[in-house]
C-alpha cells in the first residue's frame, strides 16, 4: 500500500510555456501533500504543503505565483510551474500522507519524481 | 531551527562487508525520524520510522536504531542491490506545518561484488 504516482515523468519545453505536473495517490487518502525539488547530488528541498480544499503554503523563497499548486481532493494535486525557465530545470518530487490513517499514520510516501528540462 | 546530518557523505563496501551510516539531528521536540532509499532518477523510498530513543526496526539487512541525538542504519552483508542514496528526515513537534520533514544529504552508498 501507500503509492504514490507522478505524471509525467519527464518533459521538455520551451522558455516561457506553462508545465503542469500531477501527482496521485493510488491506495490512500492523502490529507496533505507536498511538493520538493531536487537538483543533481543534493538533497530534497520542499516547496510547499497542500492540504485538500485549502490554499498551499509555500516555503520562503518560493514564489508562489510561479508554482502553482491546487489540491483538488483527497487523492490528487497539481504543480503548475508557469512561465518556465532554463533555472527551473529540476527534479520534482510529490509526496502524501495519510494523516490520520492508524497504520500508516503520518509518514510521506513518495512519487517517482518529474524531470523537467526547460529549453 | 531542525538540522539533520548525515555521515558519510559516500561510503563504497565490498559484497558481505557490514557498516552503519549516521544520522545526527537536533528538532525542537523529535515526533519522528524517517528513513529512506533513493535510487537514482526515482523518488525516495520509505523504509523506516522510528520514533522515541532505544527503538529498533528491521527490514532484510537493513536495520535502524534511534538515541536521543542521532540514528544509525546498520545494514549487515549487503549485496550490490543494496546500492542507493540513503536519506534521513526528521519531523517535529510543532503547532502547525503538519507532517513537514526535514532531509539530510544523504549518503551515497556502493556495494561492490
Redesign the interface.
Known amino acids: 500500500g501507500a503509492v504514490v504516482s507522478q505524471h509525467p515523468s519527464r518533459v521538455i519545453c520551451k522558455s516561457g510555456t506553462s508545465v503542469k505536473i500531477e501527482c496521485r495517490s493510488l491506495d490512500f487518502q492523502a490529507t496533505t501533500m507536498f511538493w520538493y525539488r531536487q537538483f543533481p547530488k543534493q538533497s530534497l528541498m520542499l516547496m510547499a504543503t497542500s492540504n485538500e480544499g485549502s490554499k498551499a503554503t509555500y516555503e520562503q523563497g518560493v514564489e508562489k505565483d510561479k508554482f502553482l499548486i491546487n489540491h483538488a481532493s483527497l487523492t490528487l494535486s497539481t504543480l503548475t510551474v508557469t512561465s518556465a525557465h532554463p533555472e527551473d530545470s529540476s527534479f520534482y518530487i510529490c509526496s502524501g500522507t495519510p494523516g490520520l490513517d492508524p497504520v500508516l499514520g503520518e509518514t510521506q510516501y513518495f512519487g517517482p519524481g518529474t524531470r523537467l528540462l526547460v529549453l | 531551527e531542525d538540522q539533520v546530518t548525515q555521515s558519510p557523505e559516500a561510503l563504497r563496501l565490498q559484497e558481505g562487508e557490514s557498516s552503519s551510516l549516521n544520522c545526527s539531528y537536533t528538532v525542537s521536540g523529535l ?2 525520524l ?1 528513513w ?1 532509499r533513493q535510487d537514482p ?6 523504509l523506516f ?1 522510528l520514533y522515541s530513543a532505544g527503538e529498533e526496526k528491521e527490514k532484510e539487512r537493513l536495520k535502524a536504531t534511534l538515541t536521543k541525538k542521532e540514528s544509525f542504519l546498520h545494514i549487515t552483508a549487503p549485496k550490490p542491490e543494496d546500492s542507493a542514496t540513503y ?1 534521513c528526515a526528521v ?1 517535529a513537534r510543532e503547532g502547525g ?5 526535514t ?4 549518503t551515497q552508498l556502493t556495494v561492490n561484488p
Open positions: 515526533r519522528g524517517f529512506y532518477g526515482k523518488g525516495p523510498e520509505f520510522t536519506l519531523q506545518g503538519g507532517s513537514r520533514l532531509f539530510g544529504e544523504g
